[in-house]
């Protein structure tokens, strides 16, 4: 993991520079060769492959198909006309080694897919499940108690109902939209909080002692 001061930086998507393709293994291989952990979004296939990839759809491939009605070898037929491999969360980790991994929900997950989720994440030690859609995350703990859950919050959220939701005692951190970097009444909250996406170096600088998510190293 890679800290600053106080503070842990991880990379958003692995967006460790702006030539690199987002949600990519040559994107994580650099940042794990940079000893930093990164964020990166799940999906589930038809088949129930989790894979790491931000969209519903292929429409970054000119395709409007949804990822949840596609095999994986029909994604990968799409994508490699592009010359891009969208990769499978069990590829990720086996390239993870020691470094932490944020894993960002974006589809609503069925029981199996919670299921694949809990024995693809089996032995790791540094990792986070988190998700905008709380009921993702209060799901995956009825089927399993003690994971490392956070819960992601908009520049929309208002403070009360970031106060109110960090009290969850299944929530081990928050996720909150960088406007909420000086706001002081998150000190009331006992529970690391990290801010997304920080993308300009002067600001990162500016909160060192931050858990921050950041691009553009």
């Given at each position: 993991m890679r800290f600053n001061r106080q503070g842990h930086n991880i990379v958003h998507r692995g967006l460790a520079k702006k030539n690199f393709k987002e949600n990519s293994i040559k994107a994580f291989k650099f940042c794990f060769k940079k000893n930093y952990g990164i964020e990166t979004d799940l999906h589930t296939t038809l088949e129930n492959k989790i894979i790491c990839y931000h969209d519903f759809s292929l429409k970054q491939f000119n395709s409007k198909k949804l990822i949840k009605n596609l095999k994986y070898k029909d994604i990968n037929k799409i994508t490699s006309k592009y010359k891009m491999h969208i990769p499978t969360l069990d590829e990720v980790i086996k390239i993870?080694?020691?470094?932490?991994?944020?894993?960002?929900?974006?589809?609503?997950?069925?029981?199996?897919?919670?299921?694949?989720?809990?024995?693809?994440?089996?032995?790791?030690?540094?990792?986070?499940?988190t998700s905008f859609n709380e009921k993702n995350i209060s799901n995956i703990n009825k089927i399993k108690k003690?994971?490392?859950?956070?819960?992601?919050?908009?520049?929309?959220?208002?403070?009360?109902?970031?106060?109110?939701?960090?009290?969850?005692?299944?929530?081990?951190?928050?996720?909150?939209?960088?406007?909420?970097?000086?706001?002081?009444?998150?000190?009331?909250?006992?529970?690391?909080?990290y801010f997304y996406t920080i993308k300009d170096k002067k600001l990162r600088k500016k909160f060192l002692e931050k858990n921050l998510i950041i691009e553009n190293l």
């Open positions: 993870s080694k020691k470094n932490y991994l944020m894993l960002e929900i974006k589809s609503k997950f069925t029981k199996e897919n919670f299921l694949n989720l809990i024995s693809s994440i089996k032995g790791l030690k540094y990792y986070s499940i003690n994971l490392n859950l956070g819960l992601v919050f908009s520049s929309t959220s208002s403070i009360k109902l970031i106060l109110q939701k960090s009290k969850l005692k299944y929530l081990k951190l928050l996720v909150l939209e960088k406007k909420f970097l000086t706001n002081k009444k998150l000190l009331k909250i006992k529970k690391p909080i």
